[in-house]
T-cell receptor, first 110, second 117 residues
Framework: SQQGEEDPQALSIQEGENATMNCSYK?????LQWYRQNSGRGLVHLILIRSNEREKHSGRLRVTLDTSKKSSSLLITASRAADTASYFC??????????FGSGTQLTVLP | GAVVSQHPSWVICKSGTSVKIECRSL??????MFWYRQFPKQSLMLMATSNEGSKATYEQGVEKDKFLINHASLTLSTLTVTSAHPEDSSFYIC?????????????FGEGSRLTVL
């Protein structure tokens, strides 16, 4: 299984602070993706980083990937209350399926 | 971006009845659709992969006769929970990958919350 593990499980920060979430996976991947889920809703794709990339930016998001450590991190800068959600990493391997991590519940306090 | 519509968004049914959930890709052709199950405060667990025109591939531990998946067209996949019981209560989410989705990005439906009484 490529099940990803994320930490922390829950993170509470003040608005304006940065939030960092980490993800680890078990086997080789083609890419790693990060998704966001508001409570009771579907998932929204945030960013995809390929196995040959080390860092990627998208707006206030910064993702890093370390294939030697089989880990990735998602940094949200200058967080806003609207960023409150669950964040999942998802590993895509040779079967092109996505295996989701356990998720981080982020709460941004106004 | 691409849109995936899931219906119904919530359903309550009596134990023993069957419930059908639809997943439609609205603006692209989805060659592959995935069905996930999510328990409260937990991650998504892949149930099955369906390819248009062929039988679904189920993950280990998922009962094929319990969760019937049909992907009869390039824009529609359905999940039928047969003879539903309270333990089937969950949040079911579908996702779709189009012909140009070779990079792996999936588009997700909004989910369907099933409550079995």
């Amino acid at each position: 299984s490529q099940q990803g593990e994320e930490d922390p499980q829950a993170l509470s920060i003040q608005e304006g602070e940065n939030a960092t979430m980490n993800c680890s996976y078990k086997t080789s991947i083609n890419n790693l993706q990060w998704y966001r889920q508001n409570s009771g809703r579907g998932l929204v794709h945030l960013i995809l980083i390929r196995s040959n990339e080390r860092e990627k930016h998208s707006g206030r998001l910064r993702v890093t990937l370390d294939t030697s450590k089989k880990s990735s991190s998602l940094l949200i800068t200058a967080s806003r209350a609207a960023d409150t959600a669950s964040y999942f990493c998802a590993a895509s391997g040779s079967a092109r399926q996505l295996t989701f991590g356990s998720g981080t519940q982020l709460t941004v306090l106004p | 971006g691409a849109v995936v519509s899931q219906h119904p968004s919530w359903v309550i049914c009596k134990s023993g009845t069957s419930v059908k959930i639809e997943c439609r890709s609205l603006d692209f052709q989805a060659t592959t659709m995935f069905w996930y199950r999510q328990f409260p405060k937990q991650s998504l667990m892949l149930m099955a992969t369906s390819n248009e025109g062929s039988k679904a591939t189920y993950e280990q531990g998922v009962e094929k006769d319990k969760f019937l998946i049909n992907h009869a067209s390039l824009t529609l996949s359905t999940l039928t929970v047969t003879s539903a019981h309270p333990e089937d209560s969950s949040f079911y989410i579908c996702s779709a990958r189009g012909r140009t989705g070779a990079t792996g990005e999936l588009f997700f439906g909004e989910g369907s919350r099933l409550t079995v009484l």
